[in-house]
């Protein structure tokens, strides 16, 4: 059984870093694209970026600014999210999420992913 879990998520200020990280059992996220999407409130869900299995090519949703930084570490089978000079505007759920079929490459289309965790909430204050 496939689980996904998000965590470092919290209540920040305007200018901190966080670093997001997406846990896995059941899989191997070497062998899977592994994305990273967020939902602020109110809004809907917003593709932040993904990277490839195999190479671990990365590559970012078209409004999401430089701050952004997707890794993998193929020893922990984590897929990690950086964040840094954080903005209200960063404030949302995020999510990581996986397709169904391995070596697969989905797009940023939310529905080209199966498996998804909880999300963890990211809150900025100003």
């Known amino acids: 059984q496939v689980q996904l879990a998000e965590s470092g998520g919290g209540l920040v200020q305007a200018g901190d870093s966080l670093r997001l990280s997406c846990a896995a059992s059941?899989?191997?996220?070497?062998?899977?694209?592994t994305a990273w999407f967020r939902q602020a409130p109110g809004k809907g869900r917003e593709f932040v970026g993904a990277?490839?299995?195999?190479?671990?090519?990365?590559h970012y949703g078209d409004s999401v600014p430089g701050r952004f930084t997707i890794s993998r570490d193929n020893i922990k089978n984590t897929v990690d999210l950086q964040v840094n000079s954080l903005v209200p505007e960063d404030t949302a759920l995020y999510y990581c999420?996986?397709?169904?079929?391995?070596?697969?490459?989905?797009?940023?289309?939310?529905?080209?992913?199966?498996?998804w965790g909880p999300g963890t909430q990211v809150t900025v204050s100003s």
């Open positions: 059941g899989l191997t996220f070497s062998f899977y694209n």
């Open positions: 990277i490839s299995w195999g190479r671990g090519t990365v």
């Open positions: 999420a996986v397709p169904r079929i391995e070596g697969s490459a989905p797009g940023r289309d939310q529905n080209d992913y199966y498996y």
